[in-house]
């Protein structure tokens, strides 16, 4: 089982370029989720999805877009790279949101935007 | 909106006893997940609590107590590699996302 496969591991852009961060699961959970991690700081959730063809913001999802296509993949893009987007980004997944409460991480993006 | 509290660092030797505390507030109840994120790495779930009390895996223990919105994780017989960050998380207000918690840094020293 690979589980969460998130790519790429190192990212570095110039400020107004755009990107995709890819995130895929093989486990076929329904709950999908994009978070940034600052130094120092938690885990804060920039946007979500509940399913295939359905996705929301989270608590910081300005300059990030997503779409949900499959169940499998939940891609996150930047449209225009500022310094402020200088992190490292996590995707998650988890089985059911009712019942199960363990989320599975991918490996992680650290992401430089000069 | 929802918020959890946690120590930013806590230090203690190696085969010692380590508590984390969490207290929360939040207009719903919902339980408090455990993780644990080693430098570079991603967050990895140690424990669940969903009724209070006491639950352990191991080395780790987790308590939950929802009338005083507080939790703790116990960490026993501390090893070199329990070094690391530990979240804890719980559900939003809606149960539909998780809030995490800003970290408690754990060092161990030899």
């Known amino acids: 089982n690979a589980g969460v496969t998130q790519t790429p591991k190192f990212q570095v852009l110039k400020t107004g370029q755009s990107m995709t961060l890819q995130c895929a699961q093989d486990m076929n959970h329904e709950y999908m989720s994009w978070y940034r991690q600052d130094p120092g700081m938690g885990l804060r959730l920039i946007h979500y999805s509940v399913g295939a063809g359905i996705t929301d913001q989270g608590e910081v999802p300005n300059g990030y877009n997503v779409s949900r296509s499959t169940t499998e993949d939940f891609p996150l893009r930047l449209l225009s790279a500022a310094p402020s987007q200088t992190s490292v980004y996590f995707c998650a997944s988890n089985k059911d949101r009712g019942a199960n409460e363990k989320l599975f991480f991918g490996s992680g993006t650290q992401l430089s935007v000069l | 909106g929802q918020s959890l509290e946690q120590p930013s660092e806590v230090t203690a030797v190696e085969g010692a006893i380590v508590q984390i505390n969490c207290t929360y507030q939040?207009?719903?109840?919902?339980?408090l997940s455990w993780y644990q994120q080693h430098d570079g790495g991603a967050p990895t779930f140690l424990s669940y609590?969903?009724?209070?009390g006491l639950e352990e895996t191991g080395r780790f223990s987790s308590f939950l107590s929802r009338s005083d919105s507080y939790g703790y994780l116990l960490l026993q017989e501390l090893q070199m590699k329990d070094s690391a960050s530990y979240f804890c998380?719980?559900?939003?207000?809606?149960?539909?996302?998780?809030?995490f918690g800003p970290g408690t840094r754990l060092s161990v020293l030899p």
């Open positions: 609590n969903a009724l209070d």
């Open positions: 939040t207009s719903g109840f919902y339980g």
């Open positions: 998380v719980q559900r939003d207000n809606y149960g539909q996302n998780f809030v």
